[in-house]
């Protein structure tokens, strides 16, 4: 089992859906991060929480320790959101050393 | 444009061979990361340097090394290439234990 889970690994929707991405983990964490990775390949980090909950724009990030588990929202999804999505935890004591989950496929049509 | 640059951008090679992928953090980030994403694993950490000095180890493989030099640009260096190496490489950098910042990559293709 891998230490960073996310579902679902693929995702469509229509442009205009509240999207939600979900990550569980399984070491204790020191901070969470969520990145985006657009189909040129290239890497955008989206947010980093080690708590509560954190917003950008139409993004929004939760975590919850207790549970190990953190959401992704997106609301009113636009075409341009389509993209993978990769979530990311630094376990306690492990230095800057970031594992990655598998990343979740995000595509919405217009 | 996140201010991490990554040359070259694409490299292609052969079984065997050696090259140098290099990375130039962004102004004042004394951290450097090197990534490593290939189809069937996904995103892996290889290596980071703080400073000059290493401060973590992931799953680099000994043909591969890095450094991280007194102007704070990174060099990864992989050797004895086999076509399992063939995949985008990239490197971030950070300030602290801040957000990480990602370069554009350098996708390697091993024939």
């Known amino acids: 089992k891998n230490e960073v889970e996310q579902s679902p690994q693929n995702l469509t929707a229509q442009e205009g859906e509240f999207i939600t991405i979900n990550c569980s983990y399984s070491v204790g964490i020191s901070a969470l991060h969520w990145l985006q990775q657009h189909p040129g390949g290239g890497i955008v980090s989206l947010f980093m929480l080690s708590s509560g909950k954190k917003k950008h724009g139409r993004l929004i990030a939760t975590i919850n320790i207790q549970e190990k588990h953190s959401s992704l929202h997106i609301t009113a999804s636009h075409p341009r959101d389509s993209a993978v999505y990769i979530c990311a935890v630094r376990s306690i004591g492990g230095a800057q050393k970031l594992v990655f989950g598998q990343g979740t496929r995000l595509t919405i049509n217009p | 444009d996140s201010g991490v640059t990554q040359t070259p951008k694409h490299l292609i090679t052969a079984t065997g061979q050696r090259v140098t992928l290099r990375c130039s953090p962004r102004?004042?980030?004394?951290?450097v990361y090197w990534y490593q994403q290939s189809l069937d694993q996904g995103l892996q950490f290889l290596i980071q340097?703080?400073?000059?000095?290493?401060?973590a180890k992931g799953n680099i493989l000994e043909r591969f090394s890095a450094q991280q030099f007194p102007d704070l640009h990174s060099e990864l260096n992989l050797s004895s290439l086999e076509l399992g190496d063939s995949a985008l490489y990239f490197c971030?950098?950070?300030?602290?234990?801040?957000?990480?910042?990602f370069g554009p990559g350098t996708r390697l293709l091993v024939l």
């Open positions: 340097y703080y400073n000059g000095e290493e401060r």
């Open positions: 102004s004042g980030d004394l951290s």
């Open positions: 971030a950098s950070s300030r602290n234990q801040e957000t990480q910042y």
